[in-house]
């Protein structure tokens, strides 16, 4: 199968910023959409921003303006970088991506693997 591996979360005074990377690995043939969602306590977990394989982007209207997802497609990964952070951005970050990837004589299947989840925590 196909594994995420985020990193970056951590603790941050609001109006600080901090950068999450998203790196997957595997026997990855073709990496379609890549995207965050979030996680607040007691909260369902919620988009927060996607990025197709054209690099177009969409972004949940409360992060809008300070939040920026970006890929590197030979790295597979994604990144989000998050500025002017609020206490209401406090949540549990997790990177989603879709694709193919190869699973055995000449076979191919699709994947939709789901990152550990990384911590963030704004103090106001």
């Known amino acids: 199968q196909v594994q995420l591996v985020e990193s970056g979360g951590g603790l941050v005074q609001a109006g600080g910023s901090l950068r999450l990377s998203c790196a997957a690995s595997?026997?990855?043939?073709?990496?379609?959409?890549m995207g965050w969602y979030r996680q607040a306590p007691e909260k369902q977990r919620e988009l927060v921003a996607t990025?197709?394989?054209?690099?177009?982007?969409d972004y949940a209207d409360s992060v809008k303006g300070r939040f920026a997802i970006s890929r590197d497609n030979a790295r597979h990964t994604v990144y989000l970088q998050m500025n002017s952070l609020k206490s209401e951005d406090t949540a549990v970050y997790y990177c989603?991506?879709?694709?193919?990837?190869?699973?055995?004589?000449?076979?191919?299947?699709?994947?939709?693997?789901w990152g550990q989840g990384t911590q963030v925590t704004v103090s106001s």
């Open positions: 989603n991506v879709n694709g193919i990837y190869y699973l055995a004589n000449r076979v191919f299947a699709p994947f939709n693997s």
């Open positions: 595997g026997s990855i043939s073709t990496i379609n959409a």
């Open positions: 990025i197709t394989t054209g690099s177009t982007t």
